[in-house]
């Protein structure tokens, strides 16, 4: 599965589809986070790739009517993480 990136959205950054297991993930901008939505067919995900809102499509459709799960940031799209503060040697 590889991940198509949406343009021109301010609530979903990617999309992927797994027709084997009927498996489609989003990534949303806010936070990066990623919900796999379960027993989504051919048909609707070709309607979730030619709707005007991605998000509302997503949250029309998908969550309102399927099973989901959120899964977290996804390391496709890593979340910049801060660099550690420097620390200083123990004395003794």
Do not use: H
Request: include cysteine; proline fraction near 11%; glycine fraction near 8%.
């Amino acid at each position: 599965m590889q991940w198509i990136p949406v343009y021109g959205s301010s609530n979903v950054e990617a999309v992927r589809y797994d027709p084997a297991t009927r498996e489609c993930q989003v990534k949303f901008v806010k936070g990066g986070d990623i919900y796999t939505y379960f027993s989504i067919s051919e048909e609707e995900w070709q309607a979730l790739l030619n709707s005007g809102s991605k998000g509302r499509y997503v949250q029309i459709v998908f969550r309102r009517e399927k099973q989901y799960r959120k899964e977290g940031p996804s390391p496709m799209f890593p979340v910049p993480q801060p660099e550690p503060e420097p620390t200083e040697p123990e004395e003794g």
